[in-house]
């Protein structure tokens, strides 16, 4: 399954900072800061403004997107403090979607954020990850019997069909390991891993 590509940089409120203002001075990118979005974002979320970004793209490939950058601090124990993207989007495209928001984000980090720091410090969630590789086997196993023995059309309508789908559910709801599972990720494993297309459209508010 394709996600989002979640990115974070660790380190001191004052380094982060201090890397925020260098990605703002950057001028040769595809990317400029724009003062007065990110000012909006600040007195809206009731943040300072050192601690807030929004970098417009200059291109119609990048979809003119805007990337949201926010630097969260912790007060307790500062070298927990982080960088990261609470969002992107863009004012020619409704849904970037996942390719096109990772897309932003690729060049983002190769544009923009590696001129300032070294790749290796730079945190990346995949791009591609698999479904067994977020929840417990057991789960998996119950959740890929209902979907390979249901029939797709109206996959709750048989009681064995029913039954294989609350073992999963029941799995999935006491096994710690499970916590991450999410209809969200269930319909992308569904669309794209299984190819349900046209089949998932009819029972999706079921699921």
Known sequence: MKRLINLTIKG?????????????????????????????????????????????????QLFHSKVYILINIDEEKDTNSYLWIPNIV???VDDLEKDGYNKVVKAFI????????????????EEEVQLSDIISKKTYERLETWERTSDHNSPFSHPLDRNKWMAFICSAFINEDDKKMNSGILE?????????????????DKV
């Open 12 to 60: 001191s409120a004052e380094y982060l900072i201090q890397l925020l203002n260098k990605m703002k001075a950057e001028d040769n990118s595809d990317f400029g800061y724009n003062e007065e979005l990110s000012n909006g974002m600040a007195l809206s979320d009731f943040i300072p403004i050192e601690c807030v970004a929004c970098f417009v793209a200059k291109t119609k």
């Open 90 to 92: 863009s004012s020619d």
């Open 188 to 204: 992308d494993w569904l669309r794209e891993d299984k190819e349900w297309g046209t089949y998932l459209n009819n029972i999706i």
């Open 110 to 125: 190769s544009q923009v954020i590696t001129k300032h720091i070294s790749r290796d410090k730079i945190l990346l969630t």
